[in-house]
């Protein structure tokens, strides 16, 4: 080999040792940029992974309050179990823990044995128990003087102290913690506050180290829900709501829904057929439960259990859409009105029947016989389907539309509550026949749900100004500072406030004479509507299913309160709304009312109506009480031997019937020896339950919407049966016409 060739070698060597050494630097220094710079987070949290034990800390979740500060659901302390293997280093040891935690937490011996044997310091074996069990295990731990290898950690379990009160609105919490349904889901976030953790070290055998190699990183608590619901009014409704269920055996729940017409404010939301939310997993209705029970097997088990949740779950009250039926019929006079189609005096013939057009089918009135003459006042107090099919006329399809989505009837409302549903009308661009428009009229055939009528209700009510519903009044911090609050928004003007006041004129004239007599409560100015309408295509097979409602206002004079009561096939005696849904309506307001500071004013016209109004006879002289009481016409009975008046029952300024009873009390006896109970006035005639209230020491008020006819018979009761109650107290009981 020449010199030449040698030296061409070794230089081509050369460079190509020169490329390899600059291409391995160039690849280490990128390795190195790569790895300290463009991986470092990656690679920084990998090691702390690697090095930390992370361990979660639940937050207090916030309250949930009423509006005047009622606690509805609360997080109360409860404790998690942690085992610290790393201290239990020796078999006896370990024995002994895992035979005692097993019989106090009712846990498996095996496998808290096997836990136990794990490298590490802190290892969870239950979670959420009571100071029972905590107690318990402390005492374990003193009595066999064991310091280390057991934890308690503190934690949080939700407790709802009224039960099933507010269940469906309020929601529930799952083990996570994690709102499930209600306000719990919909306001989660602010209610679930922020994690804390608990980091401890590790060494390299991924052994967790001591507490000195241990961090804890604080929680933060959750926010509080002020809520518009008041207690009072919620419990009043729930009460008469599940009554009403009860005397008309309702198959499909009911709900009802109280707003303050002005502010949209929720002061009441309730659907009976719910479910306790401290468990919410339980079937509550017993005729489910027996179901369940027969069923063999398991797969069938599981579906039906979850349909029957699902139903316990849903808020009938903004997840269902119904026909709203003649309830309707107020909006359809507000539209007539705007359009100033019809007045009150507007005359409409009703001979039991009419047809929207020549070639169209008759549809009945609900009187076959008809009402004859009437105005159009008339009209609604007769609640007459073909007088409002010819209204439905004058308006038109094109017009009631405009006004069914001005009232807000074709949107959400947008209430602050998971799991609304929006309605269901004829053709979604608002087009009807006019077959679909005289249905339309009476309030068949289209569904809204129940939180969409309140809304419509609360224009009605409030001058015509649409506002929009809501639950939640505020939400506050830990320490009571406000965070945020939710004001009325107005969302329009949908009519006039002279409109507005002529329909609730019109509502209110229904109440005192027309179909919603049994809504009526003596002192105060009520307005109102029935509705009964027919679930078509929705009944049972072989059945004609019903819904019976009531909307009304009150005091119709200077409205405050919009409520509807609601009835999902009721399968008594009667299934019409002026039935069934108007008497609860009634005993609703009778105590709602009071409870708002609203005073009774009895009118001339009620006095001479329904009897006298009670004078005060308090620190008169017997002689002298017994003469003011005989020249108005009533009755006393004198409980004592004294010679001057103490107390009397009724009290003054309230309404007893002609021929009523007034209790004296002459001496200071306990009255408790001086109490009835309340008998089952449902289901008699006025005569029994004249005798009935005469044989108890009770003054009878007698409430009906048809005084000339002779087939009366009682249908709702103000104070419930067997109630205790002083002698002389005035029962309302609520009477409708039996149809032969």
Not at 71 to 83: E, G
Not at 254 to 283: C, Q, R, Y
Not at 474 to 492: L, P, S, W
Not at 599 to 628: M, W
């Amino acid at each position: 080999m020449t010199k030449g060739t040698t030296i061409r070698m070794w230089r081509r060597s050369i460079v190509v040792l020169v490329i390899l050494v600059v291409f391995g630097f160039a690849m280490l220094i990128y390795r190195l940029i790569n790895l300290q710079i463009l991986q470092k987070d990656y690679l920084q949290r990998l090691a702390l992974e690697q090095q930390l034990a992370n361990t979660k800390i639940n937050a207090q979740r916030g309250t949930i309050y009423d509006r005047n500060m009622k606690v509805l659901a609360q997080s109360a302390t409860v404790w998690s179990v942690a085992l610290e293997p790393a201290y239990l280093n020796s078999e006896n040891k370990r024995e002994l823990v895992s035979k005692n935690l097993s019989e106090i937490l009712n846990l498996d011996r095996e496998t808290i044995m096997k836990l136990s044997k794990k490298k590490s310091y802190h290892v969870i074996i239950k979670r959420k128990i009571e100071d029972e069990l905590k107690d318990k295990v402390l005492e374990f731990k003193k009595n066999n003087n064991i310091s280390d290898g057991i934890k308690l950690i503190e934690d949080y379990k939700r407790y709802y102290p009224y039960g099933s009160f507010l269940s469906v609105v309020m929601g529930f919490v799952g083990n996570d913690p994690k709102g499930l349904g209600g306000l719990e889901a919909r306001y989660d976030k602010t209610l679930s506050g922020e994690q804390g953790r608990i980091l401890t070290a590790r060494n390299a055998r991924l052994t967790d180290m001591p507490y000195d190699y241990e961090q804890r990183i604080p929680a933060k608590n959750g926010n509080n829900l002020v809520l518009c619901i008041d207690k009072n009014i919620q419990h009043i409704v729930e009460k008469n709501l599940e009554e009403g269920i009860k005397n008309n055996k309702v198959l499909n729940r009911a709900t009802a829904i109280a707003i303050e017409v002005n502010t949209g404010e929720i002061l009441a939301m309730a659907v009976k057929g719910d479910f306790d939310p401290n468990e919410p997993f339980s079937m509550t209705e017993k005729s489910d439960i027996e179901h369940f029970n027969n069923l063999l097997n398991e797969e069938e088990k599981n579906k039906f259990k979850n349909q029957v949740l699902q139903k316990q779950w849903r808020n009938k009250a903004i997840s269902d859409t119904y026909y709203p039926g003649s309830v309707f019929k107020m909006f359809v006079a507000a539209m007539a009105f705007e359009l100033n189609v019809v007045d009150e005096n507007t005359p409409f013939f009703c001979n039991g029947r009419t047809k929207p057009y020549d070639s169209a089918p008759f549809i009945k009135c609900h009187k076959t016989s008809g009402h004859g003459s009437q105005t159009f006042v008339k009209a609604l107090c007769n609640s007459c389907n073909p007088a409002f099919i010819m209204t439905g006329q004058k308006i038109g399809a094109e017009k009631f539309f405009e006004f069914y989505k001005s009232f807000g009837f074709h949107e959400k409302t947008g209430i602050d509550l998971p799991g609304e549903t929006g309605d269901l009308f004829f053709h979604e661009d608002g087009s009807m026949t006019q077959m679909e428009l005289a249905v339309a009229s009476m309030g068949q055939n289209f569904g809204i749900t129940p939180i969409q009528m309140i809304k419509g209700m609360a224009a009605i009510a409030n001058g015509g100004n649409l506002v929009s519903p809501h639950i939640v009044k505020e939400i506050t911090d830990q320490y009571g500072n406000i965070v945020q609050t939710f004001n009325t928004k107005i969302k329009k003007a949908v009519i006039s406030k002279t409109n507005s006041r002529r329909v609730m004129n019109m509502l209110q004239e229904n109440a005192i004479s027309g179909a919603a007599k049994s809504a009526y409560v003596p002192g105060y100015r009520i307005a109102g509507k029935t509705g009964t309408s027919q679930k078509i295509g929705l009944s049972r097979k072989g059945h004609k299913d019903y819904i019976s409602s009531f909307g009304g206002i009150a005091p119709a004079d200077n409205p405050k309160i919009a409520l509807l009561v609601f009835f999902d096939t009721p399968e008594g005696d009667f299934y019409y709304g002026s039935a069934v849904a108007a008497p609860v309506f009634a005993k609703i307001m009778q105590e709602t009312l009071p409870y708002l500071g609203i005073e009774r004013k009895f009118t001339q016209e009620e006095i001479e109506k329904f009897g006298a109004e009670t004078p005060n006879l308090k620190d008169k002289k017997v002689s002298d009480a017994k003469n003011l009481i005989t020249k108005n016409n009533l009755k006393f009975l004198i409980i004592g031997n004294g010679d001057t008046v103490l107390s009397q029952m009724p009290e003054p300024k309230n309404l007893i019937p002609k021929q009523g009873t007034i209790v004296l009390y002459t001496e200071n006896l306990d009255k408790n020896n001086n109490k009835t109970k309340v008998p089952n006035f449902v289901g008699i005639t006025p005569a029994q339950a004249n005798k009935l209230a005469s044989d108890c020491k009770l003054n009878l008020k007698i409430l009906t919407n048809d005084p000339e006819s002779n087939l009366l018979i009682s249908v709702a009761q103000s104070i419930p049966e067997k109630t205790e109650v002083s002698f002389g107290t005035v029962v309302n009981v609520n009477f409708i016409a039996k149809k032969n």
